[in-house]
């Protein structure tokens, strides 16, 4: 065993030693040119690209600005736009990405009826044509297909539902997000029951876009979002309507408290605890006590108190107090106590006067921090 | 009589949306004064005589809000109207915007016939 060891370290010895240390350096030199060769040319080719696109964005900016300006704003044309006279070889990728993100730009800063000639500019430029085509051939590239979604939605353009149905339905998850954002942009409110049904593998980033698409259609119903509260969905859906919910004002406890009652240490049953807050669940004071009472995790526990101070109507003073009394619990869960005591003014005004007038060494540190009116402001 | 050309101060920091309003209160025989940031505009308030301010929420150097709040407590042009153009279509934005001064509140994106209207409004034809 010693002697095979020895043999070992001899070996590698003779190699750092001998000849073998020579070829290692010489591999090594060679293996670092080619990277750096690699990194510069990737680099070069990246500015490159760069260059020619922002010569390509000085070139026609000022000619289908001009163009806009004369068509659109003097003779307000609305359709049949002389494109010819722009003189641009749109079959050329480069041009016709410039021009696209062109006319995005001014779809965005103009309005109004000139907004919506802007739109007809678009789709006389055949941008609406190609849109449609790459939908209907390249499903399976993502990028292709979201950008052409994000176009067609933009231009409020119809996509058959044979097209869009099978795009909702696609197996990349960013695809079918973009599906669901078209709907809403065009669709508005009629499209709820549609995008919302067929939602499933969506992550937190995907449901944050399209509760901003949703928020940002200035939606303001009486829609039931809680009606797709599901124990069984994942945590970004359910988190997606519990988010929609609260942004609508929209109080179904029972719903909630059938997720929290779930799995009470789940992700989703810590949002809908915080959600209870944010919808003042008033009714769900003392289900929320109790509760407290019946969990183990501290996240848990934290949300519950927050939300309790959010809900209060006076009916959890007592608990409060009694934990923030108790020393021997960690210091986080007696703060957040003392603040929902504090957040439940004015039920709790007479028992916060008589605390700041008792507490004396860590407890008045305590009050004192949390009561600073800059502790709030930061 | 010899009647001067109302004078508008537009701040804006997108080039577009700059043209855009460059182009259409011009044709309306309106005299502008560009400005790309807070810094200009606030240097232009205390030089030049202005009859009407329009400007961008998001800009560099000092927001819209710190514009309208400064003009109004400074010597000059202190009385003159503002506009608000902004992508910021929440409530706080706009409420924000009428606190510290503001006249007026145009959500993006813009439509050239009401700016016209608005201005009209302010300070009448050119």
């Given at each position: ?156 353009v119809s996509i058959q539902d044979t097209i869009l149905d099978r795009l909702q339905k696609s197996p990349q998850a960013e695809i079918r997000v973009a599906a669901s954002k078209y709907l ?195 | ?13 997108n080039e577009i949306l700059l043209g855009i309003m460059q182009f259409v209160l011009s044709r309306e025989g309106y005299d502008l004064l560009l400005a790309k940031s807070g810094k200009e ?86």
């Amino acid at each position: 065993m010693l002697s095979t060891l020895g043999y070992i370290i001899h070996d590698i010895r003779a190699f750092f030693e001998g000849n073998g240390w020579p070829v290692f350096v010489i591999v090594a030199l060679v293996l670092s040119v080619f990277f750096w060769t690699a990194c510069l040319i990737g680099i070069a080719f990246f500015y490159y690209r760069d260059y020619r696109y922002r010569r390509a964005y000085s070139r026609i900016y000022p000619a289908l600005r001009d163009f806009i300006y004369e068509y659109i704003l003097v003779e307000n044309r609305t359709s049949h736009f002389p494109v010819d006279k722009l003189g641009l070889d749109l079959d050329n990728k480069l041009v016709s990405k410039v021009v696209r993100h062109i006319l995005h730009d001014f779809i965005f800063t103009i309005g109004g009826e000139k907004g919506q000639s802007m739109r007809h500019l678009f789709n006389e430029l055949g941008f609406d044509k190609e849109s449609q085509y790459e939908i209907r051939h390249s499903a399976t590239n993502i990028v292709t297909t979201v950008r052409s979604l994000a176009n067609l939605a933009l231009m409020k353009v119809s996509i058959q539902d044979t097209i869009l149905d099978r795009l909702q339905k696609s197996p990349q998850a960013e695809i079918r997000v973009a599906a669901s954002k078209y709907l809403l942009q065009v669709e508005g409110e009629q499209a709820f029951d549609k995008v919302f049904d067929g939602l499933y593998g969506i992550s937190q980033l995907h449901a944050l876009d399209i509760f901003q698409t949703v928020v940002q259609g200035n939606y303001y119903g009486d829609y039931a979002f809680s009606q797709w509260l599901e124990v069984s969905k994942s945590f970004a859906v359910n988190s997606l309507f519990m988010d929609l919910m609260v942004y609508y004002q929209e109080l179904n406890e029972a719903q909630l408290w059938t997720l929290i009652t779930a799995d009470k240490e789940s992700k989703t049953a810590l949002k809908a605890i915080n959600s209870l807050g944010k919808l003042l669940a008033k009714d769900s004071e003392e289900r929320l006590q109790a509760l407290y009472t019946e969990e183990s995790s501290l996240a848990a526990k934290l949300e519950i108190l927050k939300a309790l101070g959010r809900v209060g109507q006076g009916k959890s003073i007592d608990f409060l107090n009694g934990l923030f009394m108790d020393a021997n619990l960690p210091l986080s869960l007696r703060k957040h106590a003392y603040r929902s005591l504090v957040a439940q003014k004015p039920y709790s005004s007479a028992l916060l006067r008589k605390i700041e007038e008792q507490v004396d060494g860590e407890e008045r540190k305590l009050v004192r921090s949390i009561n600073h009116p800059m502790v709030h402001y930061i | 009589m010899w009647d001067k050309k109302k004078r508008i101060l537009v701040v804006e920091d997108n080039e577009i949306l700059l043209g855009i309003m460059q182009f259409v209160l011009s044709r309306e025989g309106y005299d502008l004064l560009l400005a790309k940031s807070g810094k200009e505009a606030l240097s232009l308030v205390s030089d030049e005589s202005i009859d009407l301010i329009i400007t961008d929420l998001a800009l560099p150097f000092a927001n819209g809000f710190e514009i309208i709040d400064r003009i109004r407590k400074s010597n000059t042009n202190n009385q003159v109207p503002v506009i608000i153009i902004s992508g910021y279509r929440d409530d706080n934005s706009i409420v924000e915007g009428f606190e510290v001064g503001a006249n007026d509140y145009i959500k993006k994106p813009i439509s050239p016939s009401e700016l016209i209207s608005r201005v009209r409004l302010r300070i009448g034809h050119a």
